[in-house]
Structures are given as C-alpha cells and as structure tokens.
C-alpha cells in the first residue's frame, strides 16, 4: 500500500492516515467518511472546515479530519451545524481543560445539552412513530379497498 494515505483504522473504523502523507484531499475525505465532495465544501463554507490550499486543490489537516469526525459525530446525534460550530469552539477554548462534561463520540457535552438533546429526539421519535401509525392505518384501509 506505498503510496497511498491510508495504512490502518481507528477503532471507530476511521481510517488513520499515513504520517508523512503531509495532508489529505477532498477526495480523501470525501471517501474515508462516505460523505459527498459537496458537503465537505459545504462545511468549509459555513466556517466548520479550513483546509489549507495548493493553487486549487484543498489540502486537508489532521486537525480538519478530527474536525470532520466531531461535525459527523454532532450530526448523527442531531445537533444543527450552528450547536456544533458553538460546541467546536468550546473545545477549542477549553484545550484540555477539565470541566463537568461528558464526551459523546468526541463531542464534549454538559448535562444541559445531554438532557436537552434527548427531550428533542424522544419528541422526534414519538412524532414520527404517530407519523408512520397513521401511514400504516391509511395502507391497511388501502388494502381492504
């Protein structure tokens, strides 16, 4: 595997570059984390990213790929990317820091936004189960037609 940036996985089975790769590209991100080149572009937009450039092309950090992860991490526990960028920016300022938090996924949460967070996925989850309750109902009545 010369050559190429990527040698071993994370146990989060992230894939962990190569140390004298010097950097990744878009399309390396794009593919480690299955995510579109777009959403990358995306990310970088709205401040969440800040790849280095080469002419044209982004070269991205280590620092910008754990950045990914923790984004990636937010998202999938449904923080917008504005609670996010406020919770990136709390890491940075803390730097090791010990404070009352609990780290979810790399994410460094406090009890508020743990509890607050649950609230609103519990509401989500009732609203879609009420959603599809309701499909179901309209698909039963469909098929006895």
Do not use: C, W
């Amino acid at each position: 595997m010369a050559g190429s940036s990527i040698h071993e996985t994370r146990a989060d089975n992230v894939p962990v570059a190569d140390s004298d790769a010097g950097g990744f590209t878009i399309s390396d991100l794009a593919r480690d984390f299955g995510v579109t080149l777009r959403t990358l572009r995306f990310y970088e937009s709205r401040g969440l990213l800040a790849p280095a450039r080469s002419g044209m092309m982004r070269i991205y950090s280590a620092r910008d790929r754990a950045r990914l992860a923790l984004i990636l991490k937010g998202k999938q526990l449904g923080f917008t990317l504005v609670e996010i960028r406020a919770m990136l920016a709390n890491e940075e300022k803390k730097a090791g820091s010990a404070g009352k938090s609990a780290s979810v996924g790399g994410l460094h949460l406090s009890r508020d936004q743990i509890v607050e967070q649950l609230e609103l996925l519990r509401s989500q989850r009732a609203e879609i189960e009420d959603a599809i309750k309701e499909l179901e109902g309209s698909l039963t009545r469909l098929s006895a037609a």
